[in-house]
């Protein structure tokens, strides 16, 4: 039976493990397994829980992360669905031209008003050491820029790091920091910050080999830390001290 003729008569969609790998099968539908349990244990607990959670969205919180599947937002914040905001990409950049990260910015900013944006890294990101190497990756060496570019700007306390895992940790924690200022820069940061006192931008690591998260000390709420020429008019008049 095809997964098409499955959800018509309302059964769990399994595909055919005739056809492809077993393996390749199993970890398919582990998914839709798991899917079901979950739906069981949320309707354990609240009967209501999807009526509710179909009302729609108010996450006081957006999360732009790196797309490793380990860090996920709302598994290492003990959040549920509903709370989180989420964006990630490789090794968690933002770019001022990527049209995605800036609609989900201005979503998040404008239209569910949320009251904290973090960047969120991690150690040990495959995206920031691919950055530190010298090999070609593919189309992503292109995204990789943006972060060799961090390099440059802090190639003086990076190149005298011996140690290659604490370079790449350090590269992190750089590279979070300047995605933080990099948010900051974008018109749909500043002007918020004309019209509200309520919105930081943070700044985070999640070390993987703890769980922990290390808040890197860089929250910003106004634009004083950017340098002139990145702040636009009559922000800083307007803006929280
Ligand atoms: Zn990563």
């Given at each position: 039976m095809?997964?098409?003729?499955?959800?018509?008569?309302?059964?769990?969609?399994?595909?055919?493990?005739?056809?492809?790998?077993?393996?390749?099968?199993?970890?398919?539908?582990?998914?839709?397994?798991?899917?079901?349990?979950?739906?069981?244990?949320?309707?354990?607990?609240?009967?209501?829980?999807f009526?509710k959670?179909?009302?729609?969205?108010?996450?006081?919180?957006?999360?732009?992360?790196?797309?490793?599947?380990?860090?996920?937002?709302?598994?290492?914040?003990?959040?549920?669905?509903?709370?989180?905001?989420?964006?990630?990409?490789?090794?968690?950049?933002?770019?001022?031209?990527d049209?995605?990260?800036?609609?989900?910015?201005?979503?998040?900013?404008?239209?569910?008003?949320?009251?904290?944006?973090?960047?969120?890294?991690?150690y040990?990101?495959g995206?920031?050491?691919?950055?530190?190497?010298?090999?070609?990756f593919?189309?992503?060496?292109?995204?990789?820029?943006?972060?060799?570019?961090?390099?440059?700007?802090?190639?003086?306390?990076?190149?005298?790091i011996?140690?290659?895992?604490?370079?790449?940790?350090?590269?992190?924690?750089?590279?979070?920091?300047?995605?933080?200022?990099?948010?900051?820069?974008?018109s749909?940061?500043?002007?918020?910050?004309?019209d509200?006192?309520?919105?930081?931008?943070?700044?985070?690591?999640?070390?993987?080999?703890?769980?922990?998260?290390?808040?890197?000390?860089?929250?910003?709420?106004?634009?004083?830390?950017?340098?002139?020429?990145?702040?636009?008019?009559?922000?800083?008049?307007t803006?929280?001290?």
């Open positions: 095809s997964i098409t003729e499955n959800k018509k008569n309302g059964n769990t969609p399994a595909i055919d493990a005739g056809n492809i790998k077993l393996a390749q099968a199993q970890s398919y539908n582990n998914l839709i397994k798991g899917n079901s349990n979950w739906v069981a244990e949320r309707v354990k607990e609240d009967p209501e829980y009526t959670l179909a009302q729609g969205q108010h996450p006081e919180v957006l999360w732009i992360g790196c797309s490793d599947s380990r860090v996920p937002a709302n598994e290492v914040t003990g959040t549920k669905p509903g709370e989180v905001f989420v964006h990630r990409n490789i090794a968690n950049v933002c770019v001022h031209s049209m995605n990260m800036l609609s989900v910015l201005d979503y998040a900013v404008n239209v569910l008003k949320v009251k904290h944006i973090i960047v969120a890294g991690h040990g990101c995206g920031v050491a691919a950055a530190l190497s010298n090999k070609q593919g189309i992503i060496d292109n995204w990789l820029r943006h972060i060799k570019d961090v390099y440059r700007l802090h190639a003086n306390e990076l190149d005298r011996t140690d290659e895992k604490a370079k790449v940790n350090r590269l992190v924690e750089l590279n979070v920091t300047e995605q933080v200022y990099n948010l900051c820069k974008t749909i940061i500043q002007n918020a910050w004309m509200r006192t309520d919105l930081q931008v943070h700044g985070w690591v999640v070390d993987i080999s703890t769980g922990f998260i290390k808040d890197l000390g860089v929250s910003s709420s106004n634009p004083h830390n950017l340098g002139y020429v990145y702040e636009f008019d009559n922000v800083e008049a803006a929280a001290h």
